[in-house]
């Protein structure tokens, strides 16, 4: 008994030191601590991921906040901040400071690793036939791949750009599949994707299901909110090959859910972002800003794959010097699973 009573005043202090600090201190925008606990406290009261990514966020303010005083610069403030979201690893989790390089909490985005291996101008310039349809950015890509009745449609965001679908359709409906090319798709709104996915599937299909804090408490969320895509206009059942790759993010993410549920779809290439949920920005009291995720996220297995990636039914990925000597591997073998007499030398 002795051992509770000297135990339990000690867990009600530390409870406070972390939740209750930022009554007690000053805040303007230039005191580095009242800065740190703006941003943990932000994270703490909307981040929905936690439990999904393994991490203790009072541990970290545990491990964080005894290197920041009031003396810290803002160099130093910055570089403890973005250490703090680095073990979140999350795509969808940034801070941006003016002439500062924006700060990626997940690795991968934050090191550029593998980005060498998608370039659309590749895919341009020696796989489609003359006569493909883009924009000037481009948002999107679309046409024949040459010596194959294969129609390609490239997508670098979620937005608008989806409604080409509906002319990419139209034009190469007749083909014997199609590629649905998500790589280094930056994301966006996904709700444009699953409005023009009618054609593609014969029956109400249920994609995933989502809950978005409404609250600074643990347990302060919406009630589940369920997605589905249902049929619309003349059905096309045609063999289609989904690919995406480590920055596959966001909506760009939650597009290829909606194929994974199609029984004709392979996912072709590399584990996706695993950064499912909605962003939000945020701003610090000094100007800084930075963004995180408020959402929770179940795919229609009753999984959520946040943090851990889209797994492709296929896995590959293309190598550096093939993508520089105008090689895009990966778009080969999924024209062979099209078209399976095709030889890939």
């Given at each position: 008994?002795?051992?509770?009573?000297?135990?339990?005043?000690?867990?009600?202090?530390?409870?406070?030191?972390?939740?209750?600090?930022?009554?007690?201190?000053?805040?303007?925008?230039?005191?580095?601590?009242?800065?740190?606990?703006?941003?943990?406290?932000?994270?703490?009261?909307?981040?929905?991921?936690?439990?999904?990514?393994?991490?203790?966020?009072?541990?970290?303010?545990?491990?964080?906040?005894?290197?920041?005083?009031?003396?810290?610069?803002?160099?130093?403030?910055?570089?403890?901040?973005?250490?703090?979201?680095?073990?979140?690893?999350?795509?969808?989790?940034?801070?941006?400071?003016?002439?500062?390089?924006?700060?990626?909490?997940?690795?991968?985005?934050?090191?550029?690793?593998?980005?060498?291996?998608?370039?659309?101008?590749?895919?341009?310039?020696?796989?489609?036939?003359?006569?493909?349809?883009?924009?000037?950015?481009?948002?999107?890509?679309?046409?024949?791949?040459?010596?194959?009745?294969?129609?390609?449609?490239?997508?670098?965001?979620?937005?608008?750009?989806?409604?080409?679908?509906?002319?990419?359709?139209?034009?190469?409906?007749?083909?014997?599949?199609?590629?649905?090319?998500?790589?280094?798709?930056?994301?966006?709104?996904?709700?444009?994707?699953?409005?023009?996915?009618?054609?593609?599937?014969?029956?109400?299909?249920?994609?995933?299901?989502?809950?978005?804090?409404?609250?600074?408490?643990?347990?302060?969320?919406?009630?589940?909110?369920?997605?589905?895509?249902?049929?619309?206009?003349?059905?096309?059942?045609?063999?289609?090959?989904?690919?995406?790759?480590?920055?596959?993010?966001?909506?760009?993410?939650?597009?290829?859910?909606?194929?994974?549920?199609?029984?004709?779809?392979?996912?072709?290439?590399?584990?996706?972002?695993?950064?499912?949920?909605?962003?939000?920005?945020?701003?610090?009291?000094?100007?800084?800003?930075?963004?995180?995720?408020?959402?929770?996220?179940?795919?229609?297995?009753?999984?959520?794959?946040?943090?851990?990636?889209?797994?492709?039914?296929?896995?590959?990925?293309?190598e550096p010097d093939e993508v520089a000597s105008g090689i895009d591997s990966t778009l080969l073998?999924?024209?062979?699973?099209?078209?399976?007499?095709?030889?890939?030398?």
């Amino acid at each position: 008994m002795r051992i509770r009573s000297a135990i339990i005043p000690i867990l009600v202090i530390s409870t406070c030191g972390i939740s209750c600090e930022r009554a007690f201190l000053d805040e303007p925008a230039t005191d580095p601590v009242a800065l740190f606990v703006e941003l943990w406290s932000t994270f703490e009261e909307q981040y929905a991921p936690f439990e999904e990514r393994g991490v203790d966020w009072g541990e970290q303010y545990r491990t964080f906040r005894p290197l920041v005083s009031p003396s810290t610069s803002e160099d130093e403030l910055f570089d403890i901040m973005g250490r703090m979201l680095a073990v979140l690893n999350d795509g969808h989790v940034s801070l941006t400071a003016p002439g500062r390089e924006i700060f990626f909490s997940n690795y991968i985005r934050r090191e550029q690793i593998e980005d060498e291996l998608f370039n659309l101008e590749v895919i341009r310039e020696n796989y489609l036939e003359p006569g493909y349809e883009s924009d000037e950015m481009p948002s999107y890509l679309y046409g024949k791949i040459r010596n194959h009745d294969i129609g390609y449609i490239f997508f670098d965001h979620v937005g608008e750009n989806l409604y080409q679908m509906n002319r990419f359709l139209e034009a190469y409906g007749d083909m014997d599949g199609f590629i649905m090319d998500f790589r280094h798709n930056q994301g966006g709104d996904f709700t444009y994707c699953y409005s023009v996915m009618g054609r593609l599937t014969d029956r109400e299909r249920y994609v995933f299901k989502s809950k978005t804090k409404n609250g600074p408490g643990v347990d302060d969320y919406t009630d589940w909110m369920e997605w589905y895509i249902t049929p619309e206009g003349s059905y096309i059942g045609k063999t289609i090959v989904v690919l995406a790759d480590r920055y596959t993010i966001s909506a760009g993410e939650r597009s290829v859910m909606a194929f994974m549920i199609l029984p004709n779809v392979t996912l072709l290439g590399d584990t996706t972002s695993g950064a499912h949920g909605t962003m939000i920005g945020r701003e610090l009291a000094n100007g800084w800003f930075f963004s995180l995720v408020p959402q929770k996220v179940v795919l229609f297995a009753g999984n959520s794959y946040e943090g851990i990636c889209l797994i492709p039914d296929l896995y590959f990925k293309n190598e550096p010097d093939e993508v520089a000597s105008g090689i895009d591997s990966t778009l080969l073998t999924a024209v062979s699973l099209i078209s399976p007499g095709l030889d890939r030398k």
